[in-house]
């Protein structure tokens, strides 16, 4: 079987990349692993900024039904002290450049732009490599191939695809996050809901800090940040849960009741993601017929552009192929003269806030960081 144009992995970035080529006429198919859209949940709220996430959704034609997904409130911000007292608030009044939306109805919307059949569900990549002149062969999983005339790897921080381009592996940043929600909130777990507040609320310490967005229906989602050896989560036995949260409990010992029962009472299994992260100036070579985007090209630590950057990329790549649509290596040339240092930069400023959350000048830092920002985003008003 051939395909011209093959995507590997339905995110955000590479259905982004399937929607604006179909506007355009061009046929793609996107090779996914999960067996179906709705294999597994597909994580909390994403804020989606005006200068890369939007731009990416105006040139798919769906910025129209993603303000339809906006959470109203969701860009409230709050920090709090360890003992649950306000360190600073920022007010959602509807201005801001970052809505909240979910990110699992986000990825709907993009599925439901493309034709039916575009996503071959149940696909699994097994390994790719060169056959010479740009073209792929891709082996499956399932024993079934495809060769293709481009390949783009939007699969994700462990891409199958990353190594025809790049040895580079991601690394262990020294930073555990521990993910736990609670349902129905308002009514049965008011003071932490008070503390969360509409949007998103941050209590820091040096190495240390718990964060949680308010999600629509009630649900808040925590994540719960430590830094900690690679090896820290293997000492708990997380398969009792009630057990394994209260360890990471008393990592807050003395912090306000109404912050650590976001972990104590979390309702579901806590979710353990280690963060890992590519070199900061993670690039590679043009090599015919094949290019990253997303967590596949500049993975790094959580900073708020992952999913943002992974749409803009899908969106430039896009662009690039439309403008040259007899020359694939001259659009792949000029794709990845732009994101290389797009990405550095969004990698550098994302260890940069790492640091600023949980180093040694926690929370001060945080503070004087959004002090900054909201500052120059109030000038720009």
Excluded at 40 to 57: E, F, K, P, V, Y
Excluded at 85 to 103: A, K, M, S
Aim: hydrophobic share 45%.
């Amino acid at each position: 079987m051939k395909s011209p144009v093959a995507i590997v992995g339905a995110g955000l970035g590479g259905l982004t990349l399937a929607r604006v080529l179909h506007l355009h006429g061009i046929a793609t198919t996107v090779y996914e692993a999960e067996a179906s859209a709705e294999a597994r949940t597909q994580g909390g709220m994403l804020d989606i900024h005006d200068h890369n996430g939007q731009i990416a959704l105006k040139a798919a034609g769906l910025f129209d039904e993603f303000v339809a997904l906006v959470h109203p409130g969701g860009q409230e911000m709050r920090a709090l002290d360890l003992q649950g007292n306000v360190l600073l608030h920022h007010p959602d009044d509807g201005t801001g450049g970052r809505p909240e939306v979910p990110r699992g109805e986000l990825r709907r919307i993009l599925l439901d732009s493309l034709p039916a059949g575009t996503v071959r569900w149940g696909k699994k990549l097994a390994a790719a490599a060169a056959l010479g002149e740009g073209r792929h062969l891709l082996t499956f999983a399932d024993g079934t191939t495809v060769t293709t005339d481009l390949l783009v790897g939007a699969d994700g921080a462990w891409s199958k695809v990353r190594p025809l381009l790049s040895g580079a592996r991601p690394a262990y940043v020294g930073t555990t996050f521990v993910e736990t929600y609670l349902f129905e909130a308002d009514v049965n777990h008011q003071p932490s809901a008070e503390a969360v507040g509409g949007g998103s609320m941050f209590a820091l310490a040096p190495g240390k800090g718990i964060a949680a967005h308010r999600e629509p229906n009630g649900v808040l989602h925590t994540y719960v940040v430590l830094n900690k050896p690679e090896d820290w989560a293997s000492r708990l036995d997380f398969s009792n849960p009630a057990t394994a949260l209260a360890h990471v409990a008393a990592e807050f010992d003395g912090w306000a009741p109404a912050l650590t029962a976001l972990i104590t009472d979390g309702e579901t299994a806590p979710v353990l993601r280690p963060i890992h992260a590519l070199p900061v100036d993670h690039r590679w070579d043009r090599m015919p017929g094949v290019t990253l985007l997303g967590d596949a090209a500049h993975l790094m630590a959580p900073s708020g552009e992952g999913a943002n950057l992974a749409m803009y990329d899908g969106a430039e790549l896009a662009a690039a192929i439309v403008a040259n649509p007899n020359d694939v290596e001259a659009a792949l040339a000029a794709y990845e003269k732009d994101l290389f240092p797009r990405s550095a930069a969004e990698a550098a400023a994302a260890e940069e806030l790492l640091e600023v959350c949980y180093g040694d000048n926690a929370p001060q830092s945080l503070i004087d960081f959004f002090g900054r920002h909201l500052s120059v985003e109030n000038h720009a008003e």
